[in-house]
């Protein structure tokens, strides 16, 4: 839909469903084909399996190998599935939208003075342009020096289909960004510290982003001035008790 790849599923009961072609983990396509018959949706990156109708129905390794790896103790699937869209069937057509147009909006009220998004799509700075609020569109070093100060930057972090030598696709590419040395990574570094900033697009439950986190949050515990460290916000699709208190613990 637009530039947003979307998945198209009939499960067993001949209910029609739709999500967004991205994998819950890293956001790689899940779906490579046109079309298929299969009993589940398998991610090839990294094997995350999904139901037809796009809840997570299992992880590979999920318990590590030997005791290496393996995902956090409080994963819970169910907060990972592929991003649905709302359909109707009428007269064998089938409409879809995205259900999140007040998300959308109430993000660009928000008013944020950064924003990071590990997604490649344009629907945020859509939705920007739709509300008439100015924005700057970061995704390389050369955006970074030239966005206009006063105006909401959005920094895609893992790329942007405009600049193909941007985008963070491959395990080479992941690997490569855990240096944290990319100009985009020494701004984030800088914005964490110093700005209120709105991260989208990334699973709290993933190692990639809790290491970014640590060493954030190491950066303030050596300074000696955690304490003046501004508060951190995690919103959530679901009330979960024990990730919540996980968080709670870290500010
Ligand atoms: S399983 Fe899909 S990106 Fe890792």
């Not at 739709?18 to 299969?38: E, F, S």
């Not at 344009?122 to 006063?150: D, T």
């Not at 209120?196 to 990334?202: A, K, P, Q, W």
């Not at 190692?207 to 050596?222: A, C, F, G, M």
Request: glycine fraction near 6%; charge should be neutral.
């Amino acid at each position: 839909m637009g530039e947003t790849p979307v998945i198209v599923t009939r499960d067993r009961d001949g209910k029609v469903h739709a999500m967004v072609n991205r994998c819950a983990h890293k956001g790689t396509l899940v779906c490579l084909k046109k079309k298929d018959n299969v009993a589940s949706l398998s991610c090839v990156y990294h094997a995350w399996n999904y139901e037809l109708d796009g809840k997570l129905k299992g992880v590979a390794f999920r318990n590590g190998v030997r005791g290496h790896g393996g995902m956090p103790e409080d994963f819970d699937r169910k907060q990972h599935r592929l991003r649905p869209l709302r359909v109707e069937s009428f007269c064998g057509m089938i409409f879809g939208t995205f259900a999140d147009e007040i998300l959308h909006r109430l993000i660009v009220e928000l008013d944020f003075p950064v924003i990071y998004t590990t997604n490649y799509d344009r629907n945020l700075e859509l939705a920007f342009e739709v509300h008439g609020k100015a924005y700057a569109k970061i995704s390389n070093a050369k955006e970074i020096a030239s966005a206009p100060v006063g105006v909401t930057h959005i920094v895609k972090y893992h790329g942007d289909f405009d600049d193909d030598a941007s985008l963070v696709l491959t395990e080479t590419d992941f690997l490569n960004r855990l240096s944290f040395n990319s100009p985009l990574d020494v701004r984030f570094r800088a914005d964490a510290l110093a700005s209120t900033i709105l991260f989208i697009g990334y699973s709290m439950s993933d190692p990639n982003i809790r290491l970014l986190l640590h060493r954030i949050w190491q950066t303030w515990e050596e300074s000696g001035y955690r304490q003046d460290r501004r508060r951190s916000f995690v919103f959530m699709a679901e009330h979960n008790p024990v990730q919540e208190t996980s968080w709670r613990t870290r500010g």
